[in-house]
């Protein structure tokens, strides 16, 4: 069964350090979607992207966050500068048109 | 904006009791709705969905939803848990965009931890 599939696993950083957290959506997918867990907290919606453009963001994804599609397989979510609050596991998510969102097992970032 | 809302953060069950988590969302639109399941050092797996059509959904493991349009409610069902069923759940929603296909992305409950003893 395809699955959405994220690297790193973890990661760790220092505070001002720019991240590039990787996903690799579903082969047939169109629809690509960052989200975020605070530990403790609720999954967050971050962005949705779709035709090489970004379709949604959240009031989160500040001019910090950019999201791209490099090339044919990838999708990657860039952090600028961290803050020790962007410390929270990372999901990517896929979906064809009027689908359900698959979720990958996402990137587990420190801050430190 | 949507904001959705699971009733109980930890449930404990013994096995072979029925389940049912309570989910309410609040939204003036047509939504999508889901349930995700999150095994212990699993990533988030759909269990469910609703779209439109028969208001009672059934997904993998045994679940089952039943969306109740004016209450508002996605309440998720299994008639007889299993120690396996351990795990925690999420309900979500999101709004159905007509054009170009997509959708908005899901707003999460905050989850229901589920302890299921043997």
């Known amino acids: 069964e395809p699955e959405v599939t994220q690297t790193p696993s973890h990661q760790v950083t220092q505070m001002g350090q720019e991240v590039i957290l990787r996903c690799v959506p579903i082969?047939?997918?169109?629809?690509f979607y960052w989200y975020r867990q605070i530990l403790g907290q609720k999954v967050e919606f971050l962005v949705s992207?779709?035709?090489?453009?970004?379709?949604?963001k959240s009031e989160i994804f500040d001019d910090q966050f950019s999201v791209e599609r490099p090339d044919g397989s990838n999708f990657t979510l860039k952090i600028r500068s961290t803050k020790l609050e962007d410390s929270a596991m990372y999901f990517c998510?896929?979906?064809?048109?009027?689908?359900?969102?698959?979720f990958g097992p996402g990137t587990r970032l420190l801050v430190l | 904006a949507q904001s959705v809302s699971q009733h109980n953060h930890h449930v404990i069950l013994s096995e072979a009791a029925s389940l049912e988590l309570g989910c309410n969302y609040s939204?003036?639109?047509?939504?999508?709705l889901f349930w995700y399941v999150q095994y212990p050092g699993q990533h988030l797996q759909l269990l469910l969905k609703?779209?439109?059509?028969?208001?009672l959904v059934k997904g993998i493991k045994g679940f089952e939803a039943e969306f109740i349009k004016s209450k508002f409610s996605f309440n998720l069902r299994k008639p007889s848990v299993q120690w396996s069923d351990t795990a925690e759940y999420f309900c979500?929603?999101?709004?159905?965009?007509?054009?170009?296909?997509?959708?908005?992305?899901?707003?999460f409950g905050k989850g229901t931890h589920l302890i299921i003893q043997p």
């Open positions: 609703y779209f439109s059509g028969d208001p």
């Open positions: 939204y003036g639109g047509t939504v999508n």
């Open positions: 979500a929603v999101n709004a159905v965009m007509y054009s170009g296909g997509g959708a908005d992305g899901l707003t």
């Open positions: 992207f779709y035709n090489n453009e970004i379709s949604e």
């Open positions: 998510a896929s979906s064809e048109a009027f689908g359900a969102q698959y």
């Open positions: 082969s047939n997918h169109l629809y």
